[in-house]
């Protein structure tokens, strides 16, 4: 297992157009984390999974955001009608569901939305 | 809200310096600390994590939580300048939701 891998790494798209991003974790982690970095900025928690149930969702994820991970391995983020606004880094994570346990990071998805 | 707050910093220190990072956070029942460096434009990795009071030590890194303080610090001894980074700290509550603070700049100065 070569860790958390995201796809694609560099998206640029228009506004108003949808994207999706992927992210597979760590094949025996069961809980899956999106977070939104901007510049200067820690990571913001959108939302998580424990297996293919969506457990949480940020009240800062507007509707244009859906995640889904459909058979508890990968999972897809997608917005909907992009606005400029969500140009950021967008961070897959993983873990084990124990509480003494890290995450672990993939390499991240760069949007930038013109 | 659950909160995990950080100085920004920038924080600069000399070559071969201690540099002190601190974090405070919210949820009294947090229950997991994680120290994550994070260089510019690269991923969050995993420095240090820490569960209980007291100092842990790691090389060139100790860990200290204060869970009475709701307080948790990462100390970098002798400094290096491949050490200049975002250092962000990270909690899981009971929930086992992880947070992230804004994080700290260490500039070390050759």
């Known amino acids: 297992d070569t860790g958390v891998s995201q796809d694609p790494r560099h998206k640029i798209t228009k506004r108003g157009q949808n994207v999706t991003f992927r992210c597979d974790p760590i094949?025996?982690?069961?809980?899956l984390y999106w977070y939104r970095q901007t510049l200067g900025q820690g990571p913001e928690f959108l939302t998580y999974?424990?297996?293919?149930?969506?457990?949480?969702k940020s009240r800062l994820l507007s509707d244009r955001f859906s995640a889904e991970r459909p058979k508890g391995s990968f999972s897809t983020l997608e917005i909907q009608r992009t606005e400029q606004g969500d140009s950021a880094m967008y961070l897959c994570?993983?873990?084990?569901?124990?509480?003494?346990?890290?995450?672990?990071f993939g390499q991240g998805t760069r949007l930038t939305v013109v | 809200q659950k909160e995990v707050e950080q100085n920004s910093g920038p924080l600069s220190v000399p070559e071969g310096a201690i540099a002190s990072l601190n974090c405070t956070y919210s949820?009294?029942?947090?229950?997991?600390f994680f120290w994550y460096r994070q260089y510019s434009g690269k991923s969050p990795e995993l420095i240090m994590s820490?569960?209980?009071?007291g100092d842990k030590e790691d090389g060139r890194f100790t860990a200290q939580l204060n869970k009475a303080s709701q307080y948790v610090s990462l100390l970098i001894r002798d400094s290096q300048p491949s050490d200049s980074a975002t250092y962000l700290c990270?909690?899981?509550?009971?929930?086992?939701?992880?947070?992230f603070g804004a994080g700290t700049r260490l500039t070390v100065k050759p």
């Open positions: 994570a993983s873990s084990l569901e124990y509480r003494n346990t890290e995450a672990f």
């Open positions: 094949s025996e982690h069961n809980r």
């Open positions: 999974f424990q297996n293919e149930a969506q457990l949480e």
């Open positions: 949820d009294r029942v947090s229950q997991s």
């Open positions: 820490i569960y209980s009071n």
């Open positions: 990270a909690v899981k509550d009971n929930n086992n939701d992880m947070r």
